[in-house]
């Protein structure tokens, strides 16, 4: 038999770090962005490596914010979880109370 031992507050706690370093993550990979698009546009202009540079660029970016979302979910699933194990609880304590 499993035992189950939940603080609420510690799973909402991480679930919002995950949350708020999702949200900064995904600020300086806009920030970097923004930087690496000025680079391509006055600094490193080329026949074609720049273009090239930029469109593998957009790719990563793309990919670590797809990645980022993950983190953002994996965040809301703990306070979701936390949500539902206490409301769980509760309703336990009184169903058995009357």
Do not use: P
């Given at each position: 038999?499993a035992?189950?031992?939940?603080?609420y507050?510690?799973m909402?706690?991480?679930?919002?770090?995950?949350?708020?370093?999702?949200?900064?993550?995904?600020?300086?990979?806009?920030?970097?962005?923004?930087?690496?698009?000025?680079?391509?546009?006055?600094g490193?202009?080329?026949?074609?490596?720049?273009g090239?540079?930029?469109?593998?660029y957009?790719q990563?970016?793309?990919?670590?914010k797809?990645?980022?979302q993950?983190?953002?979910?994996?965040g809301s699933?703990?306070?979701?979880?936390?949500?539902?194990?206490?409301?769980?609880?509760?309703?336990l304590?009184?169903g058995i109370?009357g």
């Open positions: 038999m035992d189950v031992n939940v603080t507050e510690d909402r706690q991480a679930g919002n770090r995950l949350k708020q370093e999702y949200e900064q993550m995904d600020a300086k990979l806009d920030e970097l962005q923004s930087y690496i698009q000025g680079l391509v546009s006055d490193y202009v080329t026949g074609r490596s720049s090239a540079f930029d469109d593998q957009q990563f970016t793309t990919g670590a797809q990645m980022l993950g983190l953002e979910g994996l699933f703990l306070i979701q979880a936390a949500d539902t194990f206490e409301q769980t609880d509760e309703g304590a009184s109370s």
